[in-house]
């Protein structure tokens, strides 16, 4: 059973930036799996943010806008969201994902079998 804990949330102002990591249980550069950062705010659905397929290809949704880049370090074995010029509209908890097959094919929550817990991050103006 794969398991991942993310960690590297909390609560910055607009405009400002936060990494987020993701450790996994299995190496991070399997290509049994695709992975994912997901996002759900208060009251709304859960939406994908980025994945990322076993060939290191990257789908990114567009209210990203060029602000996060995601990535993985072999070093630590995490998978990593660097996400800068935050705003408001970033509040959300924020989910590391993996799904099997080295392709993700879109942002389908219904593609990932497993989930992290979870890390908050809260944008203030």
């Known amino acids: 059973q794969l398991q991942l804990v993310e960690s590297g949330g909390g609560q910055v102002q607009t405009g400002g930036s936060l990494r987020l990591s993701c450790k996994s249980s299995a190496n991070i550069y399997s290509s049994t799996y695709c992975m994912a950062w997901f996002r759900q705010a208060p009251g709304k659905e859960r939406e994908g943010v980025v994945t990322i397929d076993a060939d290191g290809s990257t789908n990114y949704a567009d209210f990203v806008e060029g602000r996060f880049t995601i990535s993985k370090d072999s070093t630590e074995n995490t998978l990593n969201l660097q996400m800068n010029k935050l705003k408001t509209d970033d509040t959300a908890m924020y989910y590391c994902?993996?799904?099997?097959?080295?392709?993700?094919?879109?942002?389908?929550?219904?593609?990932?079998?497993?989930w992290g817990q979870g890390t908050q991050v809260t944008v203030s103006s």
């Open positions: 994902a993996a799904a099997f097959g080295g392709v993700c094919g879109g942002h389908s929550t219904r593609r990932f079998s497993f």
